[in-house]
Nanobody, 116 residues
Framework: QVQLVESGGGLVQAGGSLRLSCAAS????????MGWYRQAPGKERERVAT????????YYADSVKGRFTISRDSAKNTVYLQMSSLKPEDTAIYYC?????????WGQGTQVTVSS
């Protein structure tokens, strides 16, 4: 397993942007799928975006397509989630996830609040 530390959350007005970062300790390589999930109060955790560390196989939830972009910097062992055109319904705790052959690692989460 790897340790994941998220950062970059905060309070933003609707229509604004934020970039979340997820720094991973330990070596991330092929076989890893990195992702961002979110959980709003009273709702289940949902998958927002995932990508294979080797590139490709990128997934976006319908609710964020065209607004969010997942990327990774292999030199920094970091995954990013660029969020634009934020909406109040994007308000949630965002969690970074690493999945290697079904072995999951989670970060502690970072709060994103979008005001209307």
């Amino acid at each position: 397993q790897v340790q994941l530390v998220e950062s970059g959350g905060g309070l933003v007005q609707a229509g604004g942007s934020l970039r979340l970062s997820c720094a991973a300790s330990g070596r991330i390589g092929s076989g890893y799928v990195m992702g961002w999930y979110r959980q709003a109060p009273g709702k289940e955790r949902e998958r927002v975006a995932t990508t294979s560390w080797s590139g490709g196989n990128t997934y976006y939830a319908d609710s964020v397509k065209g607004r969010f972009t997942i990327s990774r910097d292999s030199a920094k062992n970091t995954v990013y989630l660029q969020m634009s055109s934020l909406k109040p319904e994007d308000t949630a705790i965002y969690y970074c996830n690493a999945n290697r052959w079904g072995v999951l690692s989670w970060g502690q989460g970072t709060q994103v609040t979008v005001s209307s």
